[in-house]
């Protein structure tokens, strides 16, 4: 599976090219919300008016994409949560209203395949459509089932696939309460240094055109892989094997993608993880974007414009990476139990 | 309540439910068709309509040639709702 284009909606203005000039926003809240783009400037107005946030920020991140790709023959998304705020006031009214006559747009907004149904209609593609709800594996799903897509086309295809999440005030203090989220607040410059236990929230939106040949790819995802409720040996037996597979030793993987957090109870994971290749160079990402469910697919995004060797002039995001990588390692979890492993290589 | 204070409060309504964006009651026009018209209107907000009337003003409209001629613009709305409101 090929990578041919890669955009973002999220915390920091990568819908912009001052992203890629250096420019870092800083984060001093319990909660690292997205920098929105002007919607309004490429969605109808008769629809923006009806849209929730993971809608729009997907529609935002996904647009740039359509535009400037030829049509792909479908749509994968993948998100933990979808349209929650929606969700949330819908089942509201339920309570508020007894039970009596709802409004339909709280309910359409709340699915989370609203924004693949949205898509499909805005640019007119019938094609395959499916979105993957799987908590913290919703994106690694998602690619998953775009392998399986393309092992069973004849012809050269592509496809959108991303990830979305939004914040919600509802979903964020039960969170908290279950002590994903850290209590004191934290600026995104200090996030990573912190030990103490939770992380703070994010949102955001990825999204990729992948396709079947490599013709105007520059990378090639050539690996995802999921665990679930690993022991370190077996997480490391697993990147042994999808190196095998790939047919590569520890030294050819030259920069890791981490999705670090600062939460003291599981970083120890992503510390297993570079013990295990010291030669790599490696860079985190929650600091920019926070920790949600699918933030991994800004990982991925993060690996792509490394790859396209996009962000020379960002040294925050580069970490220590020092030069264009040629393949990366792309590794998140999410509460010490759902491991997620993408493997990218460069073409060009 | 004046008519004119009815058009008022229905075309604030009718913002809030829609979420209209940046439209004001006084661009709405009580004559303007609201489907079909500047507005673009579809069906999903007629029912967003019939709940805001059944919310609002306590008005169930249940049969659909009634509502077809209820829900053509402001004036032939607001004059159901001074007609028949509930509460």
Same mark, same amino acid.
């Given at each position: ?7 973002? %909606? ?17 984060? $001093? ?16 107005? #008769? ?29 994968? %998304? ?15 009214? %339920? ?42 594996? #919703?994106? $690694? ?57 939770? #992380?703070?929230?994010? $949102? ?34 697993? %990147? ?20 670090? #957090? ?53 040294? $925050? ?32 | 309540?004046?008519? =004119?204070? !009815?058009? !008022? =409060? ?10 209209? &964006? ?26 967003? &309509?019939? !709940?805001? &009337? ?16 209820? &829900?053509?613009? !402001? ?13």
């Amino acid at each position: 599976m090929f990578l041919k284009d890669a955009f973002a %909606i999220s915390p920091q203005k990568t819908f912009n090219s001052t992203f890629e000039e250096g420019d870092f926003v800083v984060h $001093e809240s319990k909660t690292f919300k997205v920098i929105d783009a002007d919607y309004a400037e490429f969605i109808p107005p #008769s629809l923006l008016r009806r849209m929730g946030k993971a809608v729009k920020m997907g529609i935002g991140a996904a647009l740039p994409l359509m535009k400037r790709n030829a049509k792909t023959d479908g749509i994968i %998304i993948g998100t933990a949560n979808g349209g929650l705020e929606n969700c949330i006031n819908f089942l509201n009214q %339920i309570v508020d209203y007894n039970e009596g006559m709802l409004t339909p747009t709280h309910f359409v907004q709340s699915t989370p395949n609203a924004l693949a149904g949205q898509l499909a209609l805005m640019y007119d593609n019938p094609g395959y459509n499916v979105t993957h709800v799987n908590g913290s594996l #919703s994106f $690694e799903n998602a690619l998953v089932d775009a392998e399986l897509f393309f092992s069973e086309q004849e012809n050269p295809s592509s496809l959108i696939v991303g990830a979305v999440e939004e914040i919600s005030d509802y979903n964020y203090n039960i969170d908290l309460q279950a002590g994903r989220y850290k209590k004191e607040q934290l600026s995104n410059q200090d996030l990573l240094n912190s030990s103490t236990d939770g #992380s703070v929230c994010g $949102e955001g939106a990825s999204m990729f055109i992948v396709a079947s040949s490599p013709e105007d790819a520059y990378a090639e995802i050539c690996a995802v892989e999921q665990l679930t409720y690993p022991s370190e040996h077996e997480l490391s037996e697993r %990147i042994a094997s999808l190196l095998a597979k790939n047919e590569l030793n520890v030294e050819d993987v030259d920069a890791l993608v981490l999705g670090k #957090s600062g939460d003291g109870r599981y970083d120890g994971w992503y510390d297993h993880v570079t013990q295990l290749f010291p030669n790599a160079e490696f860079t985190y990402y929650k600091n920019f974007v926070g920790e949600y469910r699918t933030s991994s697919a800004f990982g991925l995004y993060l690996a792509s414009e490394l790859v396209r060797n996009k962000l020379v002039n960002h040294p $925050e995001l580069m970490g220590n990476i020092s030069k264009q990588p040629k393949t990366v390692l792309l590794y998140n979890q999410f509460d010490g139990v759902r491991h997620g492993l993408i493997l990218l290589k460069r073409l060009v | 309540m004046t008519r =004119e204070e !009815v058009i !008022v =409060e229905f075309k604030n309504h009718l913002i809030q439910y829609l979420n209209l &964006l940046d439209t004001t009651p006084e661009q709405i026009n009580n004559e303007e068709p609201l489907f079909g018209g500047d507005l673009g209107l579809d069906s999903i907000d007629s029912v967003e &309509l019939i !709940v805001l &009337l059944d919310r609002e003003y306590g008005i169930k409209i249940k049969n659909p040639t009634e509502g077809r001629q209820i &829900l053509v613009d !402001v004036n032939t709305i607001v004059d159901y709702i001074i007609a028949n409101r509930t509460k």
